[in-house]
């Protein structure tokens, strides 16, 4: 495609290491805006000599407009910019989050802008180590039939994948990625604390293995993948895990227990454990919950108590 001038509003982690992709496909970067210092830091390092510059006097210098804002301050930059008649007609304006499709920018549309959403689904550091990273990530795009060239083209040039999502089921789209990937850093931190707790000198080295062979197992194969005593319809073995986590590390009973019914749902339907076996580890789990529930005061919850 042909080289566009970008302006990039939002120098975080997301903003300059795009600004960065974007610029080694040959697109000129005429400017950043970024007001924390760690926004100018990061532009001077992944962006040296692009100059940093007001929201509006980005907009106003750039053919394309890449907002990479957080969220919820989307709608106000893109009212704020239009209004301030920085957005024109027939210019790029494109952001990134996930949550988000095509109605956010409608002050943008209303004067005849070209909207693209264009989310990035990986996470990332801020720095170089993420512009190999961009090769085969998967970008969640949303955008009308006549920008739809174009976006393929600007998540090509990032080594990218597109996958196009309906407006309706962005946010669908954004919660399955959140319940995959932020939730697994909680499930994995809390597994260290508990292998911790039992002794373990390194138990990021001690899980690597098997979190590596799990999550590939079960991006092929999905729940076939499971293993372990749930699916084993092993109930002493959750009763034990159970006390032990009560005992040692109580504020990750609840999600132990969370995972295990979800789990142990899954099983059943797909038919490895039998309702029998099911409910005798539904009432251990049961059990555990209501043990910890008479240990809290009215109003307080799991979490307050510890």
């Known amino acids: 495609m042909t080289p566009m001038r970008v302006g990039v509003i939002g120098a975080g982690r997301v903003g300059a290491v795009l600004a960065a992709g974007l610029r080694r496909a040959g697109h000129e970067i005429v400017a950043v805006a970024g007001e924390s210092d760690a926004s100018r830091r990061r532009a001077a390092d992944l962006l040296p000599g692009v100059p940093?510059?007001?929201?509006?006097?980005?907009?106003?210098?750039?053919?394309?407009?890449?907002?990479?804002?957080?969220?919820?301050?989307?709608?106000?930059?893109?009212?704020?910019?239009?209004?301030a008649g920085a957005i024109r007609k027939g210019q790029v304006v494109i952001h990134t989050s996930g949550r988000h499709g095509?109605?956010?920018?409608?002050?943008a549309i209303a004067v005849g802008a070209r909207?693209?959403?264009?989310?990035?689904?990986?996470?990332?550091?801020?720095?170089?180590?993420?512009?190999?990273?961009?090769?085969?990530c998967v970008f969640g795009v949303t955008t009308g039939p006549a920008e739809r060239e174009l976006a393929e083209s600007l998540v090509g040039d990032l080594g990218g994948l597109p996958m196009f999502v309906p407006e309706s089921r962005r946010t669908l789209y954004h919660a399955g990625l959140a319940h995959g990937a932020n939730h697994l850093v909680t499930l994995v931190s809390q597994a260290m604390e508990l292998l911790g707790a039992a002794?373990?000198?390194?138990?990021a080295a001690t899980l690597r293995p098997l979190l590596n062979a799990a999550?590939?197992?079960?991006?092929?194969?999905g729940?076939?993948?499971?293993?372990?005593?749930?699916?084993?319809?092993?109930?002493?073995?959750?009763?034990?895990?159970?006390?032990?986590?009560?005992?040692n590390a109580p504020h990750t009973l609840p999600s132990y227990v969370?995972?295990?019914?979800a789990t142990l749902d899954r099983v059943v339907t797909d038919g490895r454990v039998l309702p029998i076996r099911a409910n005798r580890i539904r009432q251990v789990l049961d059990e555990a919950l209501a043990a910890v529930d008479v240990m809290v005061e009215p109003g307080q919850s799991i979490d307050d108590r510890i």
């Open 258 to 261: 969370a995972m295990a019914r």
């Open 102 to 107: 095509l109605a956010v920018l409608t002050p």
């Open 52 to 83: 940093v510059l007001k929201p509006t006097a980005v907009a106003r210098a750039a053919d394309a407009v890449l907002l990479t804002v957080p969220d919820d301050m989307l709608d106000n930059v893109a009212t704020m910019l239009s209004a």
């Open 115 to 136: 909207a693209i959403a264009m989310h990035p689904a990986m996470t990332f550091t801020g720095t170089e180590l993420d512009l190999p990273r961009l090769r085969g």
């Open 199 to 203: 002794g373990a000198d390194d138990p």
């Open 215 to 221: 999550l590939d197992n079960a991006l092929a194969h």
């Open 223 to 247: 729940d076939a993948a499971l293993t372990g005593p749930i699916v084993r319809g092993d109930a002493g073995t959750v009763r034990g895990h159970l006390g032990e986590i009560a005992a």
